[in-house]
């Protein structure tokens, strides 16, 4: 049974691996499979062979589809990739500035504190050495102040020096 001329002619238009034209020397149309260089004049078209070429046409429009799904799968994907990397440096690099500017407020507390422990020590140094000069002029004024009370005295028995005050006459040894 022969296909209708008018559902061929929307058919070879749909069939993307032919080249459809009027042949010139017998002025009928042809479809020409580009891929096996088959030729089919439109008075020779069978159904079956309109069920072949429909059914590459759909398959060959499928694999076309899936292709370009492909493509625009592959290129979301990148896309993705970039926006994931790119969001990934910039919140770094906000992390790094934030973290800056943090560290720029809190300098002065630590400088604060700095300055707090030096003075702290400082003033402990110089409690050191007021209590030592305090206790060395306190120890030279003892000196004549203890050789006032005690006198150093010689004892021929023991024969060992002893001290002896001068007002209570107590013997120290």
């Not at 990934?88 to 690099?93: A, D, S």
């Not at 809190?106 to 409690?127: P, Y």
């Not at 004892?155 to 060992?160: E, Y």
Request: overall charge neutral; proline content about 1%.
């Amino acid at each position: 049974m022969h296909a209708d001329r008018d559902d061929l002619q929307d058919l070879w238009y749909a069939w993307l691996t032919v080249e459809v034209y009027v042949d010139p020397a017998q002025d009928v149309t042809c479809l020409h499979n580009i891929w096996t260089g088959e030729k089919i004049f439109d008075f020779r078209m069978t159904d079956q062979k309109l069920r072949e070429i429909t059914k590459e046409n759909l398959v060959f429009e499928a694999e076309y589809d899936a292709r370009i799904q492909a493509h625009k799968d592959r290129d979301a994907d990148w896309d993705a990739v970039v926006r994931n990397f790119s969001a990934t440096i910039m919140q770094r690099m906000y992390r790094f500035w934030a973290g800056n500017k943090r560290m720029e407020e809190m300098r002065w507390k630590i400088v604060m504190h700095q300055k707090e422990k030096e003075r702290q020590s400082e003033q402990a140094a110089s409690i050191l050495l007021q209590a030592f000069w305090r206790g060395r002029t306190e120890r030279l004024e003892m000196r004549s102040w203890i050789a006032q009370i005690y006198c150093k005295r010689w004892d021929d028995r023991r024969q060992k020096a002893f001290y002896e005050n001068v007002y209570t006459y107590e013997k120290t040894w």
